[in-house]
């Protein structure tokens, strides 16, 4: 069978735990994944986490290759502009695209297709090859404009995932909160997860 591919794009909202520890199970699960991360979103990663990510794509890559155990090549890594990466076209596209977290200027700049980056350009292939594509929103509150561009995304099959984790599970640190999300964005996916039981279960 041929290995399920995830893109997971990462900008400069606060929550880069969230997309961090999506990352890190996507490769327990043995998933191929495109990683993209904004500037704004690696300034975000090294304030709200110990870790210091490196500028440079391989760099990336091999850090994360590293610090997840992934095996090689699983996470590949591509600059903002690197338009050859197989995800800017319908013929390379994943199975999923996930943008968490998602700052509401890419949600924006998704809702009017202005690929101007790589990261836009994937989330647009996304949705012109109908692909499941994943915005996980970290603002509060919305404003008009931002609930008008979900509205419009959402109208095209894209799901909308705020970061509203629940609390049914009571949680007691921080990485429960965070594994409500990351196991509500693994259950559309696809994806077998042991992060968080299915409600009754």
Not at 43 to 65: G, H, Q, Y
Not at 74 to 92: D, F, T
Not at 174 to 187: C, E
Request: hydrophobic share 45%.
């Amino acid at each position: 069978m041929r290995q399920k591919t995830v893109t997971l794009i990462m900008t400069g909202a606060s929550g880069a735990q969230y997309g961090l520890r999506l990352l890190e199970e996507l490769v327990k699960a043995d998933i191929s994944i495109s990683l993209l991360i904004s500037r704004p979103a690696q300034i975000v990663i090294n304030t709200e986490t110990d870790l210091t990510i490196p500028s440079r794509a391989s760099e990336i890559e091999s850090f994360f290759t590293k610090l997840y155990n992934a095996k090689p090549e699983q996470i590949k890594v591509y600059e903002r502009e690197q338009w050859m990466a197989p995800i800017a076209s319908g013929s390379g596209v994943s199975d999923a695209t996930v943008v968490c977290p998602c700052t509401t200027g890419t949600l924006s700049s998704i809702a009017v297709g202005a690929s101007k980056t790589l990261i836009e350009r994937a989330a647009d292939v996304a949705i012109k090859e109908r692909k499941k594509l994943i915005l996980v929103v970290r603002e509060t509150p919305f404003s008009d404009i931002h609930l008008e561009n979900m509205l419009k995304l959402s109208r095209m099959d894209v799901v909308i995932m705020p970061a509203n984790p629940g609390f049914y599970h009571q949680p007691k640190s921080i990485d429960d909160i965070v594994d409500f999300m990351v196991a509500r964005i693994m259950d559309h996916l696809g994806i077998t997860q042991e992060l968080i039981p299915a409600w009754g279960s």
